[in-house]
């Protein structure tokens, strides 16, 4: 159980914003942590001291990128403080600490302020909450469902931040208010930007006489739904002769797992999670992509994918539609095998059409066309002053 320990104010007024993040793994850091700490440089400015909180490590990890560039890049006036809370150890807070929230989980330290904040006769302050993704669906039933529900139960003192307009409605739907709500595109990530802009966003053309099929792996994430994808693409290969066959290479990126036997003489090589140079020339020659997603957000593989020129398919959910969000997507109602093989054989068809061209990359109709510093400037969010 995480637990607070309340001391006396700075005397020299210190403000304090302390970003709570799941973990500073450089093996975790997917596009949500990357973002989040975009959005903390962009708040930081308003504060004296940046205070990152790391929920589920003992102490450091492997240095992660995303922190590095944050602590060599950060153009505000704040100094950077780091803490792990699995290491037993009570969080030290002041009474008018600010926290900005981006895990569930972490919702807890800014509640026991509160909590003393009341007890001391103080109104309790606001909080940031960077929401991206209904995190309630992350948990069957049960405690952490229910925590994830209470943190938006305060919309009085919530200033959200929701990454992706179906997330937003997703939320308005299931009755979340919050005093301020600032809505925003996500943007690409900045080496993937990079990249395009110095080549004026053109793609080299995919050749090769094998087709690369990429399969975005997560196993144990019951969101990305690894068990339907194996399953479809087994159904795909079990339904070509031999020869047929050999003409593709089936790889996984995203989590590592064991390679699995899809059809005779075709495993789903296992490659992890890749550094984005590499995650980048897969990217380049892969030709078909399939990455599953069970949420109101949209998901940044299948986008990506379809970005660099992959015949994509992915799913939808709930308000979340993402037929016609690229020319290259498609997209199945639910994850269901036979559904998906039906998207998948026409993918491979559109796929070898585009093989041996030339292709421009275009930026998918949910994604801004802003970097993540411009963008969160351009959302103009309220600072919480203490």
Same mark, same amino acid.
């Given at each position: 159980?995480? !637990?607070?320990?309340?001391?006396? !104010?700075?005397? /020299?007024?210190?403000?304090?914003?302390?970003?709570?993040?799941?973990? +500073?793994?450089? *093996?975790?850091?997917?596009?949500?942590?990357?973002?989040? =700490?975009?959005? #903390?440089?962009? +708040?930081? &400015?308003?504060? *004296?001291?940046?205070?990152?909180? &790391?929920?589920?490590?003992? @102490?450091?990890?492997?240095?992660?990128? %995303?922190? !590095?560039? =944050?602590?060599?890049?950060? /153009? &505000? #006036?704040?100094?950077?403080?780091?803490? =792990?809370?699995?290491?037993?150890? &009570?969080?030290?807070?002041? %009474?008018? *600490?600010?926290?900005?929230?981006?895990?569930?989980?972490?919702?807890?330290?800014? !509640?026991?302020?509160?909590?003393?904040? +009341?007890?001391?006769?103080? @109104?309790? +302050?606001?909080?940031?909450?960077?929401?991206? /993704?209904?995190?309630?669906?992350?948990?069957?039933?049960?405690?952490n469902h229910a925590l994830a529900l209470h943190s938006y139960a305060f919309g009085s003192l919530t200033r959200a931040i929701i990454n992706s307009e179906t997330l937003a409605e997703h939320l308005r739907v299931n009755g979340c208010r919050f005093s301020e709500e600032y809505v925003l595109k996500p943007s690409l990530n900045s080496d993937l930007a990079a990249f395009l802009r110095h080549n004026s966003f053109r793609l080299p053309a995919k050749g090769g006489e094998r087709t690369i099929l990429l399969f975005y792996g997560r196993p144990g994430l019951p969101r990305n739904c690894f068990e339907v994808g194996v399953e479809t693409l087994q159904l795909f290969f079990s339904g070509l002769p031999p020869t047929g066959r050999s003409r593709f290479t089936a790889l996984s990126a995203g989590l590592p797992h064991e390679d699995i036997p899809l059809a005779d003489g075709v495993l789903l090589k296992s490659l992890g999670r890749l550094p984005v140079k590499e995650y980048i020339a897969l990217l380049l020659k892969a030709h078909v992509g399939l990455s599953l997603m069970i949420s109101p957000h949209p998901s940044y593989p299948p986008l990506e994918m379809a970005l660099f020129g992959l015949a994509t398919v992915t799913t939808d959910y709930g308000v979340k539609t993402m037929q016609g969000v690229h020319p290259l997507l498609t997209s199945a109602r639910l994850p269901d095998p036979e559904e998906l093989l039906v998207l998948l054989r026409r993918a491979v068809v559109t796929a070898s059409g585009l093989k041996n061209r030339t292709q421009r990359a275009v930026l998918p109709t949910s994604m801004s066309s802003l970097d993540w510093v411009e963008n969160f400037a351009s959302l103009r969010i309220r600072p919480i002053v203490p």
């Open positions: 159980m995480y !637990d607070i320990e309340l001391q006396t !104010d700075a005397p /020299d007024g210190a403000s304090r914003l302390n970003v709570v993040l799941p973990s +500073l793994a450089s *093996d975790t850091a997917f596009g949500g942590v990357t973002s989040a =700490f975009e959005l #903390a440089r962009t +708040l930081a &400015s308003h504060y *004296d001291v940046c205070r990152f909180i &790391s929920l589920f490590e003992k @102490e450091p990890p492997p240095a992660c990128s %995303e922190y !590095d560039r =944050f602590a060599h890049l950060n /153009d &505000s #006036a704040a100094r950077t403080e780091l803490f =792990f809370a699995a290491s037993g150890n &009570s969080l030290p807070c002041r %009474e008018n *600490d600010v926290f900005l929230i981006t895990y569930y989980a972490g919702f807890i330290f800014w !509640d026991k302020l509160r909590k003393a904040r +009341l007890k001391r006769g103080l @109104e309790p +302050l606001p909080f940031y909450y960077f929401i991206q /993704d209904w995190e309630p669906g992350f948990a069957p039933l049960g405690r």
